[in-house]
Nanobody, 121 residues
Framework: EVQLQASGGGLVQAGGSLRLSCAAS????????VGWVRQAPGKEREGIAC????????YYAASVRGRFTLSTDNAKNTVYLQMTSLKSEDTAVYYC??????????????WGQGTQVTVSS
């Protein structure tokens, strides 16, 4: 059974940093695209970072590029999202997600439970 367990959210002041973690189990981590998606109140879900499984390239949404960094530890089946220079508009529930694919861009099949990130201005 594929499982994703996200953690690390919390309350932080604008300009601060947080690191989210997502522990994955039940699948071969290296064969899956993994990424982070967020949903702010009243808004649609936004894919913000994604790691392709074919070549390990990482893609970022323009809204977070240069501030957020996705990394993975294949030995631990864990994906991280390091968030810096946080802004109030980064306030959202953050989800890790995965899909058996080589390339980013497909809809995710598996989702973690979400972790709340609140940035106070």
């Amino acid at each position: 059974e594929v499982q994703l367990q996200a953690s690390g959210g919390g309350l932080v002041q604008a300009g601060g940093s947080l690191r989210l973690s997502c522990a994955a189990s039940g699948f071969t981590f290296a064969d899956y695209v993994v990424g982070w998606v967020r949903q702010a109140p009243g808004k649609e879900r936004e894919g913000i970072a994604c790691r392709s499984s074919s070549d390990g390239n990482i893609y970022y949404a323009a809204s977070v590029r240069g501030r957020f960094t996705l990394s993975t530890d294949n030995a631990k089946n864990t994906v991280y999202l390091q968030m810096t220079s946080l802004k109030s508009e980064d306030t959202a529930v953050y989800y890790c997600a995965a899909v058996r694919s080589r390339w980013c861009g497909l809809a995710y099949d598996y989702w973690g439970q979400g972790t709340q990130v609140t940035v106070s201005s």
